[in-house]
Every structure is written in C-alpha cells, then in structure tokens.
C-alpha cells in the first residue's frame, strides 16, 4: 500500500529485491508489492526503516515515476475499496485533503442523489446550492462547517434583500438549509464526515399564525373565485380550463401540465393521471403510481369541445402550443384572486383548497387521500384544514350536554 505523509508519499511494506530489471519489465510486480498492508497512521515503529519516498521506489522499481503516478488512486480513511485493476490506492496521513460542496456535487448529479427525491428537487438543488450557498460556504471544508457557521448564515439571510427588491422569507431560508442538508447527508454517504451539522433545530420557524399564512381558499371564497373565473371562459380559455380542472380535482401542477387528450374518458367521465412534468423531464407522479380520477359530468362536458379546439395532445397547453408553465399559472391565480376580492395562493393552494372542500362535505381521510394522490394519509392531513363552520354544531353539542342545569 502507498501512503503520503505531509505531503510526501512513502511505501510501506516489504523492500523489493535488488534486481530492479525485473519491475522494469513488469508492472504487475510492482503493484503487487505497492499493495502490500499499510502501516496506519505512518508512525508504527519501523516506519523510518520499510518507508521509501515514490521516487525511491520508482527508481527500485526501474519504472518512471510519471509512469507510476497514473496508477495512484487517493482513498480516505477506513476500508480501502474497491479499484479497478492495476490501480494503486494511495492514503493520505497527516495532511488529508480538504473536502468543499463542490466535491460532493461532483461525485453525484445532485444533492438529492438518485431517483429518492422529485425531480424537481434534484434539478433545483445544484442551482440552490450554487447561488445561496456556494458564496458563503464554498471555500471552508465540510468538516469545519458548524451550528454556529449555520446560525450566521440564517442572520445574513434574514437581513438581506432579494434580486425582488424584499427580503428573504424565512421558508426561502428554509429550502436554502434543506438543499445544505441533504448535501451533508451525502457527505456522510461518501464517507467524507460523520455528522450532520444541519439539524432540525436548523430550520427557520415562520413568525406568524396559521390563518396568517393560509394557502386555501375557503368555500365561500371558492363560490366567489368560480364566479370571477366564468368571464375567463372567452376572455382566455387555456387558463381557465386548466384553473377549473385544478380546482375541482386537487390535481398537482405537474401532474395538469403533463396531461393529454387521450387521458381524458368522457364516458365515466374522469381523467387519467398517469405522468408529472415538473419542469422539462416528463416522469411517473410523485407517488409512482397512476390513479382515475372522476370528473364532475358538467365539467366533463366543457372539456369535449375544448380538446377538439386545441392543437396537439397537449390537454392544457398554452396559446402558443407549449406546456404550461408555473409561473403563469401562479399569475393568473394572483389575478383571479384580485378580481374576486380574496386571498391569493398558487396553484398548490389548489390542492389545500381541494382536499379542505372534500373534508367539509364528509369525506373521510382516507378518501381524500386518493382523491389527491397521496401516498399515505400523513400527507393528507396537511391538506384538510378545518373550517370554522363544521365545527360548529360539535361545539354547541358539548356545549349542551355539560350546561344542563336538570339533574
């Protein structure tokens, strides 16, 4: 085994021979004899005696030492693994290489690492990591990277001023440390540190009730949304389809711009779901499974003649023929809201919207759950807000029962 030591390599193990000819003539010799057991920590007693510098042993060897440097592979500390035939592993004691962000990117595609996160995860998380992180984080090594760095990093961006001209919302905050987190995670994986410094105590908590930051509309809100949303109907029909199919299903942004006319069954009626685009990598839905979903007949009969309109397979396409993009989506439904006088969400408001009215006319968890695509029920009770009018008669129920004053 080769190892280096501040900076120097040295062999460890059994002198070669005196006849170098041999190593000259083969190299699988001499990679049998670099591989020999490694004295860990290089300060084992006899050290000073069995160690040679690379270019000692080039020279025993009677191979070049630019030749002999091809076939060095650096490994960390603990197992060596395993290498592709020929290869030398060299480990490094005393001066260890420092690891940065950028060296855990550039052993995987993303942060997220493989098929275990959104697509949209794994695309955005590079980006995050590149912009927000980089600036802060890039020049200082994964292991010097504590609670206390990560705290600073929350204070800066907290006073600091978005490219929109208004600071950093603490959930920005938030995705930024998620994106720091999974890359950590990773480092752990490769083996370049042991803990995560990014804990959930880590996380940015949002200073403001829960009604404050409510991203659904109530069913009062809703009837009036439905209402403004019937003049869109000549005015900008490609927004209005795709706002009412949303509103009505639950159905995620991905999983509406990447539906097409042959999912549409105008004899159930309903609509199939089987892919998700999130951005331009069109794949399975975010629970891996295709579900049917019934539409309404009334809304079924508004989408027979819109998808004889529309060119391509697309059923949601925009005016010029493309997917439909977020961002104006998002738009249209800040509009929608002006012009119905109510809060403004997104469309993954949609879904709370969606999952919230179904928990309002009785249906059960589990239900709803299949109704917006949820792989298990945890999920969904962050979708079924409660609303102050069905707990209504629960309250007065109690109520009744412990203020009879008869005995």
């Known amino acids: 085994m080769i190892g280096t030591r501040s900076g120097h390599a040295k062999v460890f193990g059994p002198k070669p021979p005196s006849s170098s000819k041999i190593f000259g003539q083969d190299l699988g010799d001499l990679l049998r004899i670099a591989s020999s057991p490694v004295v860990e920590g290089g300060s084992a007693p006899g050290e000073a005696a069995t160690g040679m510098s690379l270019a ?3 020279a025993w060897a009677g191979v070049d030492r630019r030749r002999l440097a091809r076939h060095l592979v650096e490994v960390g500390p603990g197992p060596v693994p395993l290498l592709p035939p020929g290869k030398i592993p060299v480990r490094v004691f ?8 950028r060296d855990v990117f550039g052993e995987g595609a993303s942060a997220s690492g493989g098929d275990s996160y959104a697509p949209g995860t794994q695309e955005t998380d590079p980006s995050s990591a590149t912009l927000h992180l980089e600036p802060e984080f890039g020049k200082l090594p994964l292991k010097s990277i504590d609670a206390r760095l990560i705290d600073r990093y929350k204070a800066e961006k907290l006073a600091a001023i978005s490219q929109y001209k208004r600071p950093l919302s603490p959930k920005t905050i938030k995705n930024q440390l998620g994106v720091l987190h999974r890359i950590f995670d990773k480092a752990i994986e490769y083996g370049h540190i042991e803990r995560n410094p990014v804990t959930k105590r880590s996380w940015m908590k949002t200073h403001r009730t829960a009604e404050d930051g409510r991203p659904w509309w109530r069913p009062d809100e809703e009837r009036a949304v439905f209402l403004a949303l019937e003049d869109w109907k000549a005015e900008d029909p490609h927004l209005y389809f795709a706002i ?8 995620r942004f991905s999983e509406l711009r990447a539906l097409t006319k ?8 309903g609509v199939w779901m089987r892919r998700a685009q999130a951005r331009k990598a069109i794949t399975t839905p975010k629970n891996k499974k295709a579900r049917f979903q019934v539409l309404p007949r009334a809304l079924a ?7 004889l309109r529309t060119s391509g397979q697309l059923l949601f396409p925009t005016r010029s023929g493309i997917p439909l993009p977020n961002n104006v989506l998002n738009r249209a439904y800040s509009r929608l809201a002006t012009k119905a006088h109510v809060r403004r969400i997104t469309s993954h408001g949609a879904r709370h919207t969606s999952g919230s009215s179904y928990a309002v ?17 945890q999920s969904t009770e962050r979708y079924t807000h409660t609303q102050v009018d069905s707990t209504r008669a629960i309250v007065e129920a109690r109520w009744a029962g412990i203020s009879r004053t008869d005995r």
Do not use: C, N, Y
């Open 56 to 58: 000692e042993f080039a």
């Open 94 to 101: 005393g001066k260890t290489r420092r690891i940065l962000l």
């Open 244 to 251: 009412k199919t949303q509103l009505v299903l639950g159905i």
């Open 262 to 269: 042959d999912d549409l069954d105008l004899r159930t009626p």
């Open 301 to 307: 009969d508004e989408l027979r003649p819109w998808s």
């Open 361 to 377: 006319v009785g249906a059960g968890q589990k239900m709803i759950a299949t109704l917006l695509g949820h792989a298990d029920m």
